[in-house]
Every structure is written in structure tokens, then in C-alpha cells.
């Protein structure tokens, strides 16, 4: 409720200086502008946002499938965490922007760069979440699993997974934001459909009020991704959710 | 007593030492199959140390532990919080390999002797403390061992609940010991009411110690030595107020307050 009014304070903001502060319709549109341009290009934002949408979906359960395997690998292999840590501290470091034309380059024009780009910005969040989750579970827990006969394997699948499971989602729902922007920047380097793409179109064709729209469009697809991850927590890990109302 | 009996747990002159820290020193110690035996000693003793030697968690620096197969329960209850309360008893099963449904069944038919009858879904954060620590329990009896360590099990609950706990668990002890103690229960099935258990029992509670065990060892100050052994040959159920028991847990206090205290700290 008080995330709708203080919406609404900010977009009335916005349409005031717009109307009031003389500024160039082609440099900053007024929200009515934008919100006729959503209604008028609804066909065409749909399509692109499938497109964007897509990548950005599978690139995330990618991002999940390799960052969870990844994390559970690294808990057992201390070896392995030591050896690999520093490269998975500069898989972040890199720089999408740079990295994207040169992922387009080596894997095509196709979904499968864009796939790509997005795993790997949301592949560190989700972790370093869940590697740092399982190094926390409570080590008197460990011992009563070896007072069970508990196996590693065991123990990992019975006391450790479970509670690494609520920070491996925190983990993705900070990645989904980060993904939406790989995703532009993805579709920026190289796309025949998309929203970046279609960000980067509507600009030199002075096409402000749609670049504009396609941002609203892109922000709201992350805030329902973000909140479509909350009540999978929600469902998934309930022991959790009594104490943190979001 | 017990001598002519079979012994579940023999720690002959046990030492341990973290580092410069010597926790136990010298500890000589037999629990016959079937006794129940307390441990009493200050904070720091090393009488965790003790039952993490007897659970094979630890090894002893110099010395020889050994002992039947041996539980479990410490302090805190150490419940699964995402488990239902059947789920978390039936934990030692799912662990030896028997799937969800089996484990549920084997499980389900203790909660009724245990006072949890009704709360078999419900999750840890749901139930009390008293009946957080007596899932841990049933947990601790399902894993199917002859030998039960119980690490302070009530330390963590209010007055009234320890003293609801203990009674329970007296009572649980007497239905034990009134059956063949060379049967040690192995099936699950039998968790609930069963035949006998070797317990080791370690508290800082005098009066919990005298209430519930066939004798009490008294350790010293860290580094922990035996300083006394006190048969309880008392009837069952015993009281707080039992003339007997009274005079045991001052005997018992006594011995503790003249311990030596340990130089080595």
C-alpha cells in the first residue's frame, strides 16, 4: 500500500516537471506519454518481452542448476573451493558489457549468447549465498548426524540442503535483477528481437515515449520475477517465512 | 554393583586434552548393561567431553574408551526446523536408509507413550521446549543404540518443565528396568516402551542425578577426575523430598564443594 502512494507521489512528480518544466517530449516523455506508448506498441512489447523473458528465464535456471551443483561441489572439496574461489570472484568482476560482443561473437547471433550472458551474472549471488549457508550450518547438527551413522552424503541431503535451501533462493532473487540487466546488455551486443533490442531501436528513431515504455515493461517483469521467486520461498521453505514478512 | 554383569561402557584411565587444556584427566569409569549412571560435576568438568568419548565422537590422548554403540541427546534439542516432529524422530531411520512412508510408520506409534500424540505434524517452532527435548529423545532411542548419552538433557528448560521431564523420564527408566535387560532394544518398534537401556546420564543437577540414577560418579573441577561414586539404592519413583534422596544430594554436594580445585586452567 505505501509502495503504491509513494508511486503515484513519484510519477505525479514526474508529470508536473514534464508539463510544467518545458522539457522536449523526444528527451523525457511524460508518463501519459509513456502510458499511451504502452498501449499503442502492446503487441509489439508483448512479443519482445516473450523474447526477453525467455532468456532471461532460462538463463537463470541455468544460473541455478550450474550455481547450486557448483556450491554443493566447493562445501565438499575444500581443495576445490580454494582453487577455484578467485575465478569465481572474476566471473563477476567482468564486465557484461565487454564480455557480451565477444560471447556473440564466439556462440552466434541466437538465444544461446544471451542464455549465456545472463547465467553468468546471476551464477556468483547464488553461489557464494549457498556456499556461505552451507558452511553455517550449525556444526553441533553435523555431529548429531554422526552420532546417526550419518554419511556425508547423508548428512548433506538430510540436515545441510535443507538449510542452505532459503539463502540459495535469497541468492536468486538478488540475480533476477542483475539478470534483467544482462539480458539488455545481451540483446544490446547483438539481437534481431527483444527489449534492449527495442530500447536501442526507439532511441535514433526518436522513438523516446517507446524506449521508455520498454524500460517500464522491463522493470515490471523484474518486480513480478522477483516476487514469483518470494512466494516460491514462501512454499518452499515455510519454517523460514514466520519471521520475515516481506 | 554390576560387577558380575555385563559392561556397556568401560573408559579406563581416559585422558583428553585440547591443546594445553586438559579436559579429562585419568577417568575410570564402567556402566553396566542395563544401569543407569549420572555424571555430575561443575561447568567445565569435561563431562561433555566424556560422553563424546563414549559416542566415539572423540578419541581419548591416552587411556581406552569403549563401549556398545552408543546415542546421543545433547543439550539442545537439535530438531530439524523444516521436519515435522515425526519427521525429526524419525530421523535415525531415514538416515540408515528406510524411505519416508516406512520411517513414518515405524516412527508414529511412539508419539502416544511420549505425551506427543496429535503433534506428529506439527514443526519444532511450533511445540515447547519440554516437548522439543522429548522428540530429541524419541529421536535419540530411535537410533536404535544400546547405549543412551544424555548430555544435559533438560538444562535448557524451565523449572517446571525440567521437573515434568524428569518425572517422565523416571518413569520411562523404571519401565525399562523392569524388563530383560539382555535384549537391548534394536527395533524401533520397541522405542517406546522397550526393554532395558544403558544410560549415561551427564548434568550439573545434583538432585536430577540422585532422582533418576542407579549411581552418580562425581567429577572434579577441569581437569575432570572421579572424585566419588554414590550408589542410589533407593525405591522408585523417588522424590525431591525422599529422606533418601535428600541425603544423597548433600553427600553428593558435599563431596563436590571439597574437590580439589585443579591448578591446570
Not at chain 2, 540414577?213 to 577441569?222: F, G, K, M, N, Y
Amino acid at each position: 500500500m505505501m509502495a503504491l502512494v509513494l508511486f503515484a507521489g513519484l510519477l505525479g512528480a514526474w508529470q508536473l516537471y514534464a508539463d510544467l518544466g518545458n522539457v522536449d517530449d523526444l528527451i523525457l516523455p511524460a508518463p501519459a506519454q509513456i502510458a499511451t506508448a504502452l498501449w499503442d506498441d502492446r503487441a509489439l512489447l508483448w512479443h519482445n518481452l516473450l523474447v526477453t523473458a525467455q532468456e532471461v528465464a532460462l538463463g537463470i535456471l541455468a544460473a541455478l542448476v550450474l550455481g547450486l551443483a557448483c556450491a554443493a561441489a566447493l562445501h565438499f572439496s575444500r581443495v576445490l573451493r580454494h582453487a577455484t574461489y578467485p575465478l569465481l570472484v572474476a566471473s563477476q568482476a567482468v564486465p557484461v558489457v565487454v564480455i557480451a560482443p565477444l560471447l556473440i561473437v564466439w556462440l552466434g547471433f541466437g538465444i544461446a549468447p544471451k542464455i549465456a550472458i545472463v547465467a553468468l551474472v546471476c551464477f556468483f549471488p547464488i553461489v557464494v549465498t549457498t556456499l556461505d549457508a552451507l558452511s553455517r550450518v550449525d556444526p553441533d547438527t553435523l555431529k548429531l548426524m554422526r552420532t546417526l551413522d550419518a554419511s556425508r552424503w547423508t548428512a548433506f541431503r538430510f540436515a545441510e540442503a535443507p538449510a542452505a535451501l532459503p539463502a540459495a533462493l535469497s541468492g536468486a532473487k538478488i540475480a533476477v535483477a542483475i539478470a534483467v540487466i544482462g539480458a539488455v546488455f545481451a540483446e544490446y551486443a547483438g539481437s534481431s528481437d527483444g527489449l534492449g533490442h527495442l530500447i536501442l531501436q526507439s532511441i535514433p528513431q526518436l522513438e523516446t515515449a517507446r524506449a521508455w515504455a520498454a524500460v517500464v515493461v522491463l522493470a515490471a517483469f523484474a518486480v513480478a520475477l522477483f516476487y514469483a521467486l518470494d512466494l516460491v520461498q514462501r512454499r518452499l521453505v515455510p519454517w523460514t517465512s514466520t519471521e520475515r514478512p516481506l | 554393583m554390576g560387577s558380575d554383569r555385563e559392561q556397556a561402557v568401560v573408559v579406563q584411565r581416559a585422558t583428553r586434552r585440547f591443546g594445553s587444556v586438559t579436559a579429562l584427566a585419568d577417568v575410570t569409569l564402567q556402566v553396566a548393561t542395563g544401569e543407569v549412571v549420572a555424571v555430575v560435576g561443575p561447568s567445565g568438568c569435561g563431562k561433555s567431553t566424556l560422553l563424546e568419548l563414549v559416542c566415539g565422537l572423540e578419541s581419548p590422548d591416552e587411556g581406552t574408551v569403549t563401549a556398545a554403540p552408543a546415542a546421543l541427546m545433547a543439550q539442545r534439542d537439535l530438531l530439524l526446523p523444516w521436519a515435522s516432529a515425526l519427521d525429526n524422530a524419525a530421523l535415525p531411520l531415514r538416515v540408515h536408509g528406510a524411505g519416508r512412508r516406512e520411517a513414518r510408520a515405524a516412527a508414529a506409534p511412539t508419539f502416544a507413550a511420549f505425551g506427543l500424540a496429535g503433534f506428529e505434524g506439527s514443526r519444532p517452532a511450533q511445540l515447547s521446549g519440554g516437548m522439543r527435548q522429548r522428540v530429541a529423545f524419541l529421536r535419540t532411542l530411535l537410533a536404535g543404540k544400546p547405549v543412551l548419552c544424555l548430555d544435559e538433557p533438560f538444562a535448557a528448560l524451565d523449572a517446571i518443565a525440567r521437573a515434568e521431564m524428569q518425572a517422565w523420564l523416571a518413569a520411562a527408566l523404571e519401565r525399562w528396568a523392569h524388563t530383560d535387560p539382555a535384549t537391548p532394544t534394536a527395533t524401533p518398534a520397541a522405542a517406546g516402551g522397550g526393554s532395558a537401556r544403558t544410560v549415561l546420564l551427564v548434568t550439573h543437577d545434583v538432585e536430577e542425578a540422585v532422582l533418576l540414577a542407579d549411581r552418580v560418579v562425581v567429577l572434579s573441577p577441569r581437569p575432570g577426575r572421579v572424585v566419588a561414586e554414590l550408589p542410589v539404592d533407593l525405591p522408585r519413583p523417588r522424590a525431591a523430598t525422599d529422606p533418601g534422596v535428600v541425603v544423597l544430594r548433600a553427600a553428593a554436594l558435599d563431596v563436590l564443594r571439597s574437590a580439589p580445585v585443579a591448578a591446570a586452567r
